[in-house]
């Protein structure tokens, strides 16, 4: 009789526990972003980007949805945060991040965080790179072609480490990270990333599951066979066609 109460006791903390565990986005399919493609928000120039960055396959990848609160990870340019400043609406929120390393570099993108700001539901943040300054509850922290950033020689050996616990933090339980990169040769660990701005995709899963983060998928949409994985991404022989890996992370509940 024990036993059985006892039983029945861990079924329903179980039951319980399910309960208000958080419910996972609704799966988005890559045509239901059409609209957030079309906004006016976005540039001529975005919209002729989208079919070789495969914008909406992204999107869906990421599970963005209308009402997130989401984190563009150094928003270079803004071409991502301008999509899904339409994509999460006005009951939305984004943050675009621009490390102050990355604004002494090149003044434009001191202005591309400045125009962001400007976005009814954008917050443009300048922070040192090794501390980013992220909102906590996020829906999603995303970064596109930038991670391996995290590990060129000017900044410090832990960076990455230091970034990685701070979108740990900032997640809700349930949230994503995702992470967008260009291939390095397989094998080759981090020594491709500060000379030919590429990484080895097994390097960025094991830093980040190191801080906390389990793999929740991965999409090889936009790799290349093409690609020799032997150039840096600015070689004009490769430059905009490189082969590049999706990995998606998330935060345990």
Do not use: C
Request: proline share 7%; net charge negative.
């Amino acid at each position: 009789m024990r036993r059985s109460l006892l039983v029945a006791a861990s079924a329903l903390i179980a039951l319980s526990s399910a309960a208000f565990a958080p419910a996972p986005p609704p799966v988005q399919e890559a045509s239901s972003y059409a609209a957030a493609l079309a906004d006016p928000v976005r540039t001529a120039g975005d919209r002729a980007r989208d079919a070789a960055r495969h914008t909406a396959e992204t999107l869906a990848f990421a599970q963005v949805a209308p009402g997130q609160k989401v984190a563009d990870m150094i928003m270079g340019g803004g071409y991502f945060t301008r999509v899904f400043s339409a994509a999460v609406g006005p009951d939305g929120q984004v943050t675009a991040w621009q490390p102050e390393e990355f604004v002494a570099f090149e003044a434009g993108y001191g202005q591309a965080v400045t125009d962001a700001d400007a976005l009814a539901n954008v917050d443009g943040v300048r922070s040192p790179l090794g501390a980013p300054e992220f909102p906590t509850g996020l829906d999603l922290v995303f970064t596109a072609q930038n991670y391996h950033d995290l590990h060129l020689a000017p900044f410090p050996a832990d960076t990455a480490s230091r970034v990685n616990t701070a979108v740990f933090r900032a997640l809700k339980p349930g949230g994503l990270y995702v992470i967008v990169d260009h291939h390095a040769a397989a094998g080759s660990g981090l020594a491709a990333a500060d000379t030919l701005h590429r990484i080895d995709i097994e390097a960025v899963k094991r830093e980040v599951t190191a801080a906390g983060f389990v793999l929740d998928g991965e999409s090889a949409m936009l790799a290349s066979p093409a690609d020799p994985l032997t150039a840096s991404v600015f070689d004009p022989s490769i430059r905009g066609k490189t082969s590049q890996f999706m990995l998606r992370f998330r935060k345990p509940a």
